[in-house]
T-cell receptor
Framework: GAVVSQHPSWVICKSGTSVKIECRSL??????MFWYRQFPKQSLMLMAT?????????EQGVEKDKFLINHASLTLSTLTVTSAHPEDSSFYIC???????????FGPGTRLTVT | GQNIDQPTEMTATEGAIVQINCTYQ??????LFWYQQHAGEAPTFLSY????GLEEKGRFSSFLSRSKGYSYLLLKELQMKDSASYLC??????????????FGQGTTLQVKP
């Protein structure tokens, strides 16, 4: 089956620093990748959708200058949380979909803690 | 706006059957998904409905009525490992006609012996 990996699986950083999270599709070409955020005991909130080679489309209320998304290849998308603050601490999950599929395949998630 | 409703919590007994309901009001509809999520892990795909009716897959079945904006996930022969959150998600078309998932708040199911 389709496999999506994320790196790192967890990260702790200091307030004011930036953190980059990678999302890779290992055995298929991901024409579209999605980034979600999930706070404890809450559901997944879509942050942005990125199509390979295009600028990401951000959901309402998500700051595009704070959450930088790059989808430079068909197998890799990155999310950079710039000038992180404690309220950015969350579980970040990516998913990927190929052109021919309706199904999204989720990565294992990255737990970010900002101190 | 987009609105997807599910019960917050449910409890059921091992070996029993449980039905988790989901109602939705979305701008556009391009399919409904059910996912299972264990704490601290990513969601795993359970089922997909795009036409009205019942889809059966082993112990899990999912039903859709588009006219009523309603779906349910049916879990049979419950096992302890089925204790998890169950997420209902509706696919809608976003910018550039790219399909995106809107998730409900999830239903936490606790299976008791």
């Amino acid at each position: 089956g389709a496999v999506v990996s994320q790196h790192p699986s967890w990260v702790i950083c200091k307030s004011g620093t930036s953190v980059k999270i990678e999302c890779r599709s290992l055995d298929f070409q991901a024409t579209t990748m999605f980034w979600y955020r999930q706070f404890p005991k809450q559901s997944l909130m879509l942050m942005a959708t990125s199509n390979e080679g295009s600028k990401a489309t951000y959901e309402q209320g998500v700051e595009k200058d704070k959450f930088l998304i790059n989808h430079a290849s068909l197998t890799l998308s990155t999310l950079t949380v710039t000038s992180a603050h404690p309220e950015d601490s969350s579980f970040y999950i990516c998913s990927a979909r190929s052109r021919s599929s309706y199904e999204q395949y989720f990565g294992p998630g990255t737990r970010l803690t900002v101190t | 706006g987009q609105n997807i409703d599910q019960p917050t919590e449910m409890t059921a007994t091992e070996g029993a059957i449980v039905q988790i309901n989901c109602t939705y009001q979305t701008s556009g509809f391009n399919g409904l998904f059910w996912y299972q999520q264990h704490a601290g892990e990513a969601p795993t795909f359970l089922s997909y409905n795009v036409l009205d009716g019942l889809e059966e897959k082993g112990r899990f079945s999912s039903f859709l009525s588009r006219s009523k904006g309603y779906s349910y996930l049916l879990l049979k022969e419950l096992q302890m490992k089925d204790s998890a959150s169950y997420l209902c998600a509706v696919r809608v078309l976003g910018a550039g006609n790219t399909g995106k998932l809107i998730f409900g708040q999830g239903t936490t199911l606790q299976v008791k012996p």
